[in-house]
């Protein structure tokens, strides 16, 4: 095609001649390439491959996890969010439900949570699940997420030796725009969950 192009262009009655290649959309950021599951193999979902239609613009997906905390890859894509942890001792922000989602660590010391004798660091997963969705792409740091261009709505409910179904159930009720008694409505419900 390059040739063929090249011919073309010799030619008087040609004004411009471009071989019709096809296009792809790929990442520039620094971690990109270690992102397997983003390609297209075997198990890989191919997201780059529809980055040129969709890159999830307009929509806004809750992330029910151990809250978030920021970071330059989601930079703009993170929402008004809540912390739904009832239990103080859990929550280790110092109270019960509030405005902030900020995650505050879930690790553990030795022998604190009932169940898991292990000692185990903080996990920061809520955030590496919203960088998974939404992590800006070509930007040239980090990684890119699924849905670059989406909204995270980040909602804690996980937090030191887990967290309670009743507080992840009123955190899914709250994102989806539904009414949870003490808690000020969501101005921003999640279409993704």
């Known amino acids: 095609a390059v040739d063929v ?14 071989p019709d290649i ?15 599951d983003l390609r297209s193999s075997p198990v890989g979902i191919g997201a780059a491959e529809v980055w040129d239609r969709t890159q999830g613009e307009g929509v806004v997906v809750a992330v029910i ?37 900020s995650d505050t660590g879930d690790w553990q010391a030795l022998n604190e949570c009932a169940g898991d004798p292990s000692a ?12 998974t969705i939404a992590a800006l792409a070509h930007n040239g740091i980090g990684v890119a997420g699924v849905a ?9 409910a996980i937090g030191r030796c887990g967290g309670s179904l009743s507080d992840i159930a009123d955190g899914l009720t709250w994102t989806s725009g539904g009414k949870v008694t003490g808690v000020p409505a969501n101005r921003t419900p999640a279409r993704v969950v």
């Open 120 to 131: 185990l660091p903080s996990t920061w997963h809520g955030t590496h699940v919203a960088g």
């Open 148 to 156: 670059p261009k989406a909204s995270i709505l980040p909602v804690r």
């Open 65 to 101: 996890d151990s809250g978030i905390v920021e970071h330059p890859d989601l930079a703009g894509q993170v929402l008004p969010g809540y912390d739904f942890i009832s239990d103080a001792r859990t929550a280790r922000d110092g109270g019960g439900r509030d405005a902030d989602p």
């Open 5 to 18: 192009a090249a011919d073309l262009r010799t030619r008087a009655d040609v004004a411009y001649a471009e």
């Open 22 to 36: 096809r296009l792809t959309v790929h990442a520039t950021d620094r971690f990109f390439s270690s992102q397997w």
